[in-house]
């Protein structure tokens, strides 16, 4: 069964018996939200490039559709080739007929959160595609057919012990589980791949519109093999990734790194504007870019539409309470962490990701740190505001929560509940706790004891100091 179509529940569970998981995910957590704070402090005024880079997205959004003609002119001008799928599947068809076209047989491909969101390595292995993701993480989660639990970090999940089996069991031979042999191993297996593929797939951190150029952001420099190596690169890019000047990469390339790994810029960054020209040492016959809508076209229509001003950059992941006890594998869908509680249901449909908004304590940590200022923690709260207009939680928690809504506000009603609920507390539980509770309340129950009513409320209980009658 994929990760897809588990029941949330199920999910989470599975999550909290993994102890590895559950010991993985905060250490790098940690890590990665302390080099975040670093390197914004480093900026000294991190507030006002917050405010900047949140002015440049919603500038790109309120024009969205100009920068991307902007992009396409000038990225074929380069020589390259645009291409615009209305929906993942458009996109899959436009790589596989590229791919049928050149005959291509092995693949090679660089982290790229939007071609999972269109599935495509499933797609091309269909078509009989050899497919090899080259970022060491996707390799690892490759290797164990798993999906990605982070945006940054896609094996955040595994210890240094599950990797050297993995990769023992890929090698024939046994590996030791330290570092240094782990990527030895990745690196030349990898850089065969890397020589022998037809076609290199990657994303596409951002789109420079006046220029027509494709921004790689990498550490590993996969990246860079992965479009520069085979004859045909092909960029799969999510239509908001376009920015208009490199005045304005600039800003949110620092932006970027700083809030995804606490560094000042990252080991590689690639800018690709068209194949390869006479005199060049390297580079492909054939650059292809894929504009991807799948649905961002309404979300821009939608009250959500800042959403799309994420830079992917996980710092609201990092930060988050729920995922850290949860994990990645548990929301179901390629974006894990806040971002995906917003993002899952807008792309893939209200109804079944409706419990993904409430996978959050409402904190609010997430909105604090966006660097581009996205409202998480209210387009949250939008949310279930909808999936409850819309009628998608169950019949027992609607009534549940009709029955509250009344009781608030009717105040003789209210006071008579809590006093009634107050009476009756000790015939169901004991030492002013509940442990197993009926219906709803046993979900509560099953983790932790639900305190018990008072035996006289708050408001009786005023009143009585002040000599008032009840
Ligand atoms: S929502 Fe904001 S913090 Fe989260 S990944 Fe996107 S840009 Fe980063």
Redesign the pocket.
């Known amino acids: 069964m994929t990760a897809r179509r588990k029941e949330f529940h199920q999910r989470v569970e599975e999550a909290f018996a993994n102890p590895q998981m559950r010991k993985s995910v905060p250490i790098t957590q940690d890590n990665l939200r302390f080099g975040r704070i670093r390197a914004m402090e480093e900026l000294k005024n991190g507030e006002a490039w917050r405010e900047i880079a949140s002015q440049i997205r919603n500038h790109t959004l309120d024009h969205l559709q100009e920068y991307v003609n902007e992009l396409i002119t000038n990225f074929e001008k380069n020589g390259g080739k645009a291409h615009f799928a209305k929906n993942g599947e458009e996109a899959v068809q436009t790589v596989l007929s590229i791919a049928r076209k050149h005959q291509a047989k092995r693949v090679v491909k660089s982290k790229s959160m939007v071609t999972e969101e269109i599935h495509l390595n499933h797609a091309l292995e269909e078509d009989g595609i050899n497919v090899v993701e080259t970022d060491l993480g996707e390799f690892i989660i490759q290797l164990a057919g798993e999906t990605p639990s982070h ?1 940054l970090a896609p094996a955040i999940h595994k210890s240094r012990q599950e990797v050297a089996e993995l990769f023992s069991k890929e090698a024939g031979r046994p590996l030791t589980d330290r570092t240094e042999d782990l990527t030895r191993y990745a690196r030349e297996r990898l850089r065969q791949e890397f020589l022998d593929a037809d076609l290199g797939i990657t994303g596409c951190n951002f789109a420079v519109a006046e220029s027509g150029s494709i921004i790689l952001i990498s550490n590993e420099g996969n990246a860079r093999m992965t479009s520069s190596l085979p004859k045909v690169h092909i960029v799969v890019m999510g239509m908001e990734r376009v920015v208009p000047t490199w005045a304005e990469l600039d800003v949110l390339v620092t932006m970027l790194t700083r ?1 995804a790994t606490g560094q000042k810029l990252s080991v590689y960054m690639t800018a690709i504007s068209g194949p390869r020209r006479a005199g060049d040492l390297d580079g492909p016959e054939e650059v292809h870019l894929i504009i991807l809508d799948n649905g961002r076209s309404d979300i821009l229509e939608s009250k959500y539409r800042e ?1 799309l ?9 990092n930060v988050c309470p729920v995922y850290r006890e949860i994990g990645g594998h548990a929301y179901g869908g390629v974006y894990s ?3 995906g509680a917003v993002l899952t249901p807008l792309l893939d449909g209200m109804e079944k990701n409706k419990e993904l908004p409430f996978a959050s304590s409402l904190c609010g940590a ?1 909105t604090e ?4 200022k ?1 409202p ?1 923690h209210h387009y949250l709260i939008e949310e279930r505001k909808d999936l409850v207009e819309k009628g998608f939680l169950p019949k027992q928690e609607r009534v549940t929560f009709q029955a509250f809504a009344f009781l608030t506000s009717h105040p003789l009603f209210y006071r008579s509940a809590v006093r009634g609920a107050g009476r009756l507390s000790p015939m169901f539980g004991r030492d002013g706790v509940l442990k197993k509770g009926p219906g709803m309340l046993a979900g509560w129950t099953d983790g932790r004891d639900l305190p018990l009513p008072a035996k006289e409320s708050f408001h009786d209980w005023w009143r009585r100091q002040r000599g008032e009658k009840r």
């Not at 001003?309 to 992941?317: D, F, L, N, P, T």
């Open positions: 945006i809030n959403v001003k994420c830079i992917r950059c996980s710092a609201c992941v962490g806040p971002i997430c740190v966006c660097p581009v996205i998480l």
